[in-house]
């Protein structure tokens, strides 16, 4: 009997459930990433700062060229990996979010309400501060720089303190953390972009249409999607004028998020197939001898990826890539800022001015106000196990604006000047975050009845 080709039969499809993983998985990784990330940006500063400061700078700038015959297409290393490995960085945003969408923390409204509007009031507040600085300045462009909050970075630092605060505190960082990346792609698009070339446009909106085919026509292989997502729509939209790391977040949209076969399916193939590897058994003779065993090993292998969504499998390959790769190596080419000692320039410069409070208050501010107005009116509660100073101590935590703030500032500011001071002022507003969110997650262990906490509807 072929028992891979049973494996393959009766393809049904049906939602992605039960199988994405678990949580803490996420956030495991998340925090190792944010170690490395770390490291990676202390060598950057420290590089860029010493007496090879020369060789940092001039490195990244050096031309890259790939192509085919004439058709080839030249950059310099820091856009490749601002414009292509950050692509891959937006599209594993791209599937959080839909998993968020679909089976997550953003899929009953009343559940999601509170950290959708802890982050709307995290992104509005902070653009305010910097425009009250900026507002019709030649820098006014950067107003998008603080709106922003690195997961890797946050949750990392808050894997620091361990099982002291509660579990839905790092829930409600990561779902903050996703909706407020979900914003930053939004701005990106809407308003970081060039001369629009509406062919070039047009062009991409087809090859979407392709994915968005391929996945009705029930198409699962990577390839497909890889080719007409990088091949097509990621190109279409580095031609266009709109930032190609859009397609990515869109390419990810397009992914299956159905099983082929359904979980009772599965359960049935896996134990048919798990009686035929049994009844096989030749006593002193090992699988690799054992033909009929192999066969069966090859079944459970294709029912195992036939139960799996393609979103669920891209991200689990991509996820340790960007966390481990991607990240770092973007945060070792664009954390190199030139430290100037005169603190005095930093200070009076309206870019650092606004960047810095939007951070360092604006964010906690406006987290803090979202999450109070949608208690207060009855839309959202707080879990049982998180109180408002949890809340203020994550707000902090959100301040950590250092990945995608350094994105949207190359983006804002092509006056070099101007990007290293706004790099400089989210490396300090950020670690300023950082540690004061720590401080007051650390002082505030214990749930809130044991704290004598003060009820969900008014804050301390």
């Known amino acids: 009997m072929d028992l891979v080709k049973e494996a393959k039969q009766t393809v049904i499809t049906r939602p992605m459930e039960g199988v994405i993983s678990p949580f803490e998985d996420f956030t495991k990784l998340n925090a190792s990433g944010g170690i490395v990330l770390l490291v990676c940006t202390a060598i950057g500063l420290v590089w860029a700062n010493s007496a090879f400061g020369d060789l940092y700078s001039n490195f990244w700038e050096l031309p890259f060229t790939i192509g085919i015959g004439t058709n080839l297409l030249e950059k310099p290393l820091i856009l490749w990996i601002n414009d292509g490995l950050m692509a891959i960085f937006f599209f594993v945003i791209g599937l959080e979010i839909k998993r968020e969408i679909l089976v997550g923390e953003l ?31 030649p820098y006014s462009s950067g107003w998008g720089i603080p709106m922003a909050t690195d997961i890797a970075f946050a949750i990392g630092l808050l894997g620091l303190l361990g099982s002291r605060i509660p579990f839905s505190a790092k829930i409600f960082l990561t779902t903050l953390a996703i909706v407020d990346d979900l914003g930053a792609v939004l701005v990106i698009a809407l308003f970081y972009t060039s001369e629009i070339s509406w062919i070039s446009l047009g062009t991409a909106w087809v090859f979407l249409a392709i994915l968005m085919g391929a996945n009705r026509m029930g198409l699962r292989s990577p390839f497909i999607y890889g080719l007409f997502g990088i091949g097509g729509l990621w190109l279409a939209f580095l031609f266009s004028g709109l930032h190609p ?42 699988v690799l001898g054992n033909e ?36 770092p190596i973007f945060a070792l080419a664009n954390a190199g800022v030139v430290i100037d000692t005169d603190f005095s320039s930093l200070l009076s410069h309206s870019v650092s001015l606004g960047i810095g409070l939007g951070l360092l208050l604006g964010k906690p501010l406006g987290i803090c106000l979202g999450a109070w107005v949608v208690v207060q009116f009855g839309s959202a509660v707080l ?9 203020i101590g994550l707000g902090f935590m959100g301040g950590i604006g250092f990945t995608m703030a350094i994105f949207i500032a190359t983006l804002a500011f092509q006056e070099p000047s101007d990007l290293q001071a706004a790099k400089l002022a989210i490396l300090i507003a950020s670690c300023l975050s950082a540690c004061i969110g720590l401080l007051l997650l650390s002082k505030s262990t214990r749930t809130p009845t044991e704290n004598g906490h003060h009820s969900a509807e008014s804050p301390p």
């Open 383 to 391: 879990p049982s196990d998180l109180g408002w100073p949890q809340i």
């Open 292 to 327: 009929e065993q192999s066969e069966a090993i090859k079944a459970l292998e294709t029912a195992k990826d036939l139960i799996q969504p393609p979103l669920q499998k891209l991200e689990h390959a991509l996820y340790p890539w960007v966390t481990f790769a991607i990240m």
């Open 107 to 137: 899929t009953e409204p009343r559940q999601a309400i509170l950290p959708i509007a802890a982050a709307l009031g995290g992104m509005v507040i902070p653009a305010f501060i910097f425009l009250l600085f900026n507002f019709q300045s």
């Open 245 to 286: 790391t859009i397609a990515g977040v869109l390419a990810a949209f397009t992914i299956p998020a159905t099983s082929a076969i359904t979980k009772k399916e599965f359960a049935h193939k896996s134990e048919k197939f798990s009686q035929e590897f049994r009844k096989a058994e030749v006593s002193g003779v090992s």
